[in-house]
């Protein structure tokens, strides 16, 4: 059987104070294995603002500085230079906002430090709607989605925002889509970010039981069921190429990941029938960058310094743990 490659230590210990099941809480667990106990990491208002509990306690092994909702990229700037101009630049930070704080109020810092090509690493988890304040629409909400202000009846017509491509257009040097529902993946993706240096940008499904409505021990079930049916496709674009970094060899319908949470539990089948359209055309218009970028490296000119292979970050060992194939059932532990 399989190993599992994800590394052993722990930077988020026990002890925060989300919601069981919060898929949130996972991917920045994940995401401090990848990046080791180097990284200052900027938290906007958001559900992690109040995860690491009350001070002076914290669940976090690594340096947090919370900053404005609006600011998170705008702070993630300053701190870095800041500490290059005190003889720290080598110091990883890492902007770790909501998709209410990348989506719609953050945007705009984010934008002007990405067109900047600020070093820095911007990861947007997204749980597709305002949790901390009640789970209100955000741009990133998804069509036919139940939230407190898209009810029964007046449901979001549009799609959500895509965050990734809207990224590429900044021609970052890294941008990747992440899912903790596939550790190995998501760790690898993570410490390949913290290589390079310009600006750097991970958009991570982070499941919220409490506002997608399901059992929170079907977290890690529901993130399967995305990616199995490519309503969240795992792909990376390393310095403006495209690659699917894993695709399921059986596609399931979307219909079995729109079931699975009763924010949709008033989908119409034409409803499902248009989603699933849209999810279509994702994966082929991925498929299509993804073949063309194979054939032509250089196609697209990014901003990027070259990949800094000395940018320090902690080395891990292998753990012992075991894990199977993202496609066979998960084990009972
Ligand atoms: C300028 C400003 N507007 C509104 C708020 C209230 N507020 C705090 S957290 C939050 C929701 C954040 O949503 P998101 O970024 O998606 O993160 P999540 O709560 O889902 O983790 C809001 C609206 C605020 N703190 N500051
Ligand atoms: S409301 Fe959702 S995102 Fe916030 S802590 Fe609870 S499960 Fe996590
Ligand atoms: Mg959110």
């Given at each position: 059987m399989a190993k599992l490659t994800i590394p052993s230590e722990e930077y988020q210990v026990g002890g925060h104070a989300a919601c069981p099941g919060c898929g949130a809480a996972l991917a920045m667990r994940y995401l401090l294995k990848g990046l080791g106990p180097q990284a200052v990491v900027v938290i906007p208002a958001c559900c992690w603002a109040v995860i690491p509990?009350?001070?002076?306690?914290?669940?976090?092994?690594?340096?947090?500085?919370?900053?404005?909702?609006?600011?998170?990229?705008?702070?993630?700037?300053?701190?870095?230079?800041?500490?290059?101009?005190?003889?720290r630049?080598?110091?990883?930070?890492?902007?770790?906002a909501g998709d209410g704080g990348t989506a719609?109020?953050?945007?705009?810092?984010?934008?002007?430090?990405?067109?900047?090509?600020?070093?820095?690493?911007?990861?947007?988890?997204?749980?597709?709607?305002?949790?901390?304040?009640?789970?209100?629409?955000?741009?990133?909400?998804?069509?036919?989605?139940?939230?407190?202000?898209?009810?029964?009846?007046?449901?979001?017509?549009?799609?959500?925002k895509d965050l990734p491509m809207i990224l590429d257009a900044h021609h970052i040097p890294y941008i990747a889509t992440l899912n903790p529902s596939f550790p190995e993946d998501f760790v690898a993706k993570a410490t390949k970010a913290a290589r390079f240096k310009g600006t750097r940008y991970l958009h991570v499904l982070a499941d919220c039981p409490t506002g997608w409505k399901h059992d929170p021990?079907?977290?890690?079930?529901?993130?399967?069921?995305?990616?199995?049916?490519?309503?969240?496709?795992?792909?990376?674009?390393?310095?403006?190429?495209?690659?699917?970094?894993?695709?399921?060899?059986?596609p399931i319908p979307v219909e079995k990941y729109l079931r699975s949470q009763g924010r949709f539990k008033n989908v119409t089948p034409e409803e499902i029938a248009q989603i699933q359209q849209t999810v279509d055309e994702r994966w082929h218009a991925l498929q299509e960058r993804a073949s063309r970028d194979q054939k032509s490296p250089e196609r697209i000119e990014v901003q990027s310094e070259t990949p800094a292979s000395s940018v320090p970050h902690s080395v891990h060992p292998v753990s012992e743990t075991v894990i199977?194939?993202?496609?066979?059932?998960?084990p009972s532990r």
């Open positions: 509990g009350a001070m002076p306690g914290t669940c976090l092994r690594v340096s947090t500085v919370f900053s404005s909702f609006e600011s998170t990229a705008a702070m993630a700037s300053g701190l870095k230079a800041g500490l290059r101009q005190t003889g630049g080598d110091v990883p930070v890492v902007g770790f719609d109020i953050g945007i705009q810092a984010l934008s002007g430090a990405a067109e900047r090509n600020e070093d820095f690493l911007y990861v947007c988890y997204d749980n597709e709607a305002y949790m901390n304040t009640g789970i209100q629409r955000s741009g990133s909400t998804p069509a036919f989605s139940w939230t407190t202000t898209t009810p029964h009846g007046l449901e979001k017509h549009t799609p959500k021990s079907q977290m890690v079930e529901v993130g399967r069921l995305a990616t199995l049916s490519h309503y969240w496709p795992l792909y990376e674009i390393d310095q403006g190429r495209l690659k699917i970094t894993w695709s399921p060899s059986n199977v194939h993202p496609n066979e059932p998960f």
